[in-house]
């Protein structure tokens, strides 16, 4: 089982980025899938969670209505789309896996993990 993350970078307050996780080796259809961030000196923190086969999505406080996680199934490729970014939403990003359909936000209880992108938001 293998996360790929892409598409990190720089971007000013204000402008977008898209954030890319290519899987391989899952079961797709019983598969969740998070996006977490981490900032530096503290813990991952919850950011978006959707079910691989269903739509039923979720996302922290912090980041809804401003970013949205989509997959494409025939790239295998989980995205999150971030709009109106901040400078506090700089940090590492982590997408993530585990087996099942609840949408569980503890870093905690997933076990497969990407290797992590940076944003970094100028203010």
């Known amino acids: 089982v293998q996360l790929v993350e892409t598409g990190g970078g720089l971007v000013q307050a204000g402008g977008s980025l898209r954030l890319s996780c290519t899987a391989s080796g899952l079961d797709f259809g019983n598969t969740v899938m998070a996006w977490f961030r981490q900032f530096p000196g503290k813990e991952r923190e919850f950011v978006a969670v959707r079910s691989w086969t269903g739509d039923d999505t979720f996302y922290a406080d912090s980041v809804q209505g401003r970013f949205t996680t989509f997959r494409d199934n025939a790239k295998n490729t989980l995205y999150l789309q971030m709009n109106n970014l901040k400078p506090e939403d700089t940090a590492v990003y982590y997408c993530?896996?585990?087996?099942?359909?609840?949408?569980?936000?503890?870093?905690?209880?997933?076990?497969?993990w990407g290797q992590g992108t940076q944003v970094t938001v100028s203010s």
């Open positions: 993530s896996a585990r087996r099942g359909t609840s949408l569980f936000t503890s870093a905690s209880e997933y076990g497969v």
